[in-house]
């Protein structure tokens, strides 16, 4: 099943849309853990809390969002799911960082907020709190890293090599 042009230009621009909250968001939150200052329960809170938020409300309705497009591109559109390598690595990508927020990332800012509301600012000294944090920053950078190389294979793929070659982005189409 193929879509019409005007459905294909909605469904570019949702993919647009959705990654856009799905890697700033990612981007976000690797900036709020960084900023989680070891000397401040205070400032730990308000990081913390502005880590959940923004998996929640940002980076949770960007990666379903993006894998949900994802699927509408495999099933509605010519492209399917495996009919070039690009996809493939695309989709490894996607699944390895969704899995990693699901499994890694959201568990342990939940686990974090849970220790805030029971230790309040004795969390500076919790070494599940500091262990947490660190288990964050190698994730969240993986995460980030992640996603450039997810841009730089749709770089690749539609302004590299196989733009000489007669391939056509998808923004003319």
Not at 17 to 35: H, W
Not at 43 to 54: D, Y
Not at 70 to 94: A, N, Q
Not at 112 to 122: E, F, H, Q, S, Y
Request: aromatic content about 10%.
């Amino acid at each position: 099943m193929n879509l019409g042009p005007v459905a294909m230009k909605t469904l570019r621009f949702a993919h647009l849309l959705l990654v856009i909250l799905f890697v700033g968001g990612v981007a976000a939150a690797t900036a709020l853990v960084f900023s989680v200052d070891g000397s401040n329960a205070q400032g730990a809170f308000a990081a913390t809390s502005a880590m959940k938020t923004v998996f929640d409300n940002i980076v949770r309705i960007g990666s379903v969002g993006t894998v949900l497009v994802g699927l509408c591109y495999g099933f509605l559109t010519k492209w399917g799911f495996f009919r070039h390598r690009w996809l493939l690595i695309k989709w490894v990508i996607l699944i390895g960082q969704v899995s990693a927020g699901i499994l890694i990332v959201d568990r342990a800012i939940e686990a974090n907020v849970g220790l805030l509301d029971r230790l309040g600012a004795k969390i500076i000294s919790s070494p599940t709190f500091l262990g947490n944090l660190t288990l964050l920053k190698f994730v969240l950078i993986a995460e980030v890293v992640a996603s450039v190389a997810a841009l730089a294979v749709a770089n690749w793929r539609f302004g590299g090599a196989n733009a000489r070659h007669g391939a056509t982005p998808l923004a003319s189409g």
